[in-house]
């Protein structure tokens, strides 16, 4: 097994957001109404959180190959929103006390994480 994952990164626009609102049916005014956003706690259009856990999919699809994803088991929290314009990247190690498995996180393009836990893939 390697010892990292393989990073996946993406920059988060609105029309990804618009389009992955369209394709999970998850039309919530926080990710596509900038007026409704604004007045909520967020202060501001924010991407739906699992737009950035699939990162960690992608990654362990990419490090181990699709089938790694089959059976596959993830434990994640999410720490902070993500927003229009940020870049997020997910990657992960080898975790010391449990080598079957990954310690995993998603950041920003400030190194702040957004997302945090572990993963071991499938099969």
Request: aromatic share 6%; glycine share 8%.
């Amino acid at each position: 097994m390697p010892n990292e994952l393989t990073r996946v990164s993406l920059k988060i626009t609105q029309p990804r957001i618009d389009a992955y609102a369209q394709i999970t049916g998850d039309p919530n005014p926080i990710h596509l109404d900038a007026a409704f956003a604004a007045g909520t706690e967020m202060q501001g259009i924010i991407a739906h959180g699992t737009l950035s856990l699939n990162l960690l999919w992608r990654a362990l699809a990419r490090t181990f190959g699709p089938d790694a994803c089959e059976g596959a088991e993830m434990d994640v929290r999410f720490i902070r929103p993500v927003r229009v314009d940020d870049v997020v990247t997910a990657s992960g190690h080898r975790d010391d006390a449990e080598p079957d498995r990954y310690l995993v996180q998603v950041t920003n393009q400030s190194g702040e994480a957004v997302i945090t836990g572990w993963a071991r893939p499938g099969n």
